[in-house]
């Protein structure tokens, strides 16, 4: 929880900071605020122990800028659950902020959260970068994800200037070529997005995914949801160079979903005496055996014609 002082509020803006009751109707969420508040149990405790002791850490708020009462800058948890345990007003620090430095203080205060989805860090890398931006920091073009070369810039004084996501590195203790992995995943659609947060595609999977186009994109979430399955990091790789040269439909999407993957690979073993009641007397063992793979075979091809309509009548919607 962000633990910021009324006298360091004061130095760091050098602004007067008016501290007062609010009421939490008074309170907006802030603008595009990355970070969700999960209504689970840690919440909950923090909402006793709020009914119980009210709120000991004040609320960052400064003026809405887009309306009447207050936007939160840091607080969204407290709010909610001041909000749970039935309690009207909160007491907040209100300092006037610019936009850039309501969102720099904003995302560095979340950011010492214990559990952070990465969607939620990817919007805040990518929120913080622009603000530094719009304060006149160096910033450059974005990087890929194998990563660009540190800048030579030197100050008046002989020493490196830190670019934007150089200086952000050394604050958040992230390699800069990783942040520049996370604010790609911004360019992602929010199911997949989603399915990043929970685990069902890896961060560098999802690199890769978040290069191609949006309505790429939705058809992959589709043929994904179809065929129960997600990418792996060499397929993944293979959608997004199609994606940039020639294009990708879901029918090439399908194709290489639908490739084996070596660790997937089983071997069964059938006996072929077993196998003797659903052939003629004549037939030899191996004859038995052929015969039942190509049963097989064609089982999945027309579980495959059955799935590729599908993916033509998603196409037609």
């Avoid at 002791?53 to 887009?66: D, F, Q, T």
């Avoid at 205060?109 to 006149?136: D, F, P, T, V, W």
Wanted: glycine share 6%; net charge positive; with cysteine.
């Amino acid at each position: 929880m962000e633990q910021t002082s009324k006298k360091s509020i004061c130095g760091i803006f050098g602004h007067n900071v008016q501290t007062e009751n609010v009421k939490i109707s008074e309170l907006h969420d802030f603008q595009g605020h990355p970070f969700k508040v999960e209504h689970d149990m840690q919440l909950f405790e923090l909402s006793k122990s709020i009914e119980e002791k009210g709120v000991l850490v004040p609320l960052l708020v400064r003026p809405n800028p887009i309306g009447s009462g207050y936007e939160i800058v840091a607080g969204h948890r407290r709010k909610a659950a001041s909000e749970w345990a039935g309690i009207d007003t909160v007491l907040a620090m209100i300092v006037q902020m610019d936009d850039a430095e309501a969102t720099i203080t904003m995302v560095d205060s979340n950011l010492q959260r214990e559990h952070i989805k990465s969607s939620e860090k990817a919007y805040a890398y990518k929120m913080k970068l622009e603000a530094m931006k719009q304060q006149g920091k160096k910033i450059t073009e974005p990087m890929s994800q194998v990563g660009t070369k540190l800048s030579k810039d030197v100050g008046k004084n002989g020493k490196p200037i830190l670019r934007s996501d150089e200086f952000l590195a050394k604050q958040v203790g992230e390699s800069r070529n990783q942040i520049a992995r996370y604010i790609r995943l911004t360019n992602l659609i929010p199911k997949i997005l989603a399915m990043v947060d929970e685990g069902k595609i890896a961060f560098t999977i999802a690199v890769e995914l978040s290069y191609l186009k949006e309505e790429e994109q939705y058809e992959l979430h589709a043929v994904m949801d179809l065929e129960q399955c997600t990418p792996s990091l060499s397929q993944a790789n293979r959608m997004k160079r199609l994606s940039q040269s020639e294009g990708i439909d879901m029918d090439k999407m399908y194709d290489i979903l639908g490739e084996e993957k070596a660790n997937q690979r089983e071997q069964i073993k059938i006996r072929a005496d077993s196998l003797s009641q659903y052939f003629p007397a004549d037939f030899t063992p191996k004859q038995k055996v052929e015969m039942n793979c190509l049963r097989q075979e064609l089982r999945i091809r027309i579980i495959n014609l059955q799935k590729r309509y599908c993916l033509q009548r998603f196409r037609l919607k």
